[in-house]
């Protein structure tokens, strides 16, 4: 370069920091310089961690050998990660029906610990099928079958005679109702 080129740009460098911004900006860089040196300092020694850090082979390989161990003592094999696998492709349709599960929970929790409509239940329960009357039939049930125990014959008559009680006939029109039901919505 020829000296005329150099004067040339040497003044207008010259003319571009005498702008009032570049002043400005050159002012702030001054001012900000010792924190600048700080932040690089610290950087340079992170950085100087990291090399000595790769360049320890022996570190490297003691950490890698107990990660293996590691991951050794899970004894996880092909068949756990084809799971884990499709358990994630699952995601997707279990979540919305753990929310749901998780509401179900807490609106079964927030009902348990408010006692008012636990009463409210237990009286609507009570009306339909009286409690002290179930339990009763239910003491007396067991009664009578440790009684019968010892009975080792089930005739097919008995049996018979059981079909035509009308309790057993509406159980049965419950559950035959309930299987058309199921069937349907499959």
Not at 41 to 47: I, N, S, T
Not at 71 to 88: A, G, K, P, Y
Not at 140 to 156: G, H, I, M, P
Request: charge should be negative; aromatic fraction near 8%; avoid cysteine.
């Amino acid at each position: 370069m020829d000296t005329t080129q150099k004067q040339s740009t040497m003044d207008d460098v010259i003319q571009e920091l005498e702008k009032k911004e570049q002043v400005d900006a050159l002012y702030y860089l001054v001012q900000k310089l010792p924190d600048f040196v700080s932040r690089v300092q610290k950087l340079d020694d992170k950085l100087d961690f990291i090399e000595n850090v790769i360049e320890d082979k022996q570190s490297l390989s003691t950490i890698s050998n107990e990660i293996e161990e590691k991951i050794e003592n899970l004894h996880i094999n092909q068949e756990h990660l084809t799971s884990l696998l499709e358990l994630m492709h699952l995601l997707p349709k279990l979540v919305p029906l753990l929310k749901k599960a998780d509401e179900v929970s807490q609106f079964v929790n927030d009902f348990l610990n408010d006692t008012a409509s636990v009463e409210y239940a237990l009286k609507g329960i009570n009306d339909i099928i009286p409690l002290d009357k179930a339990v009763k039939v239910i003491k007396e049930t067991n009664e009578q079958y440790k009684q019968n125990d010892n009975t080792v014959n089930f005739s097919l008559y008995g049996m018979y005679r059981l079909l035509k009680d009308p309790t057993i006939q509406k159980g049965f029109r419950y559950l035959e109702s309930f299987l058309e039901v199921a069937d349907k919505e499959k």
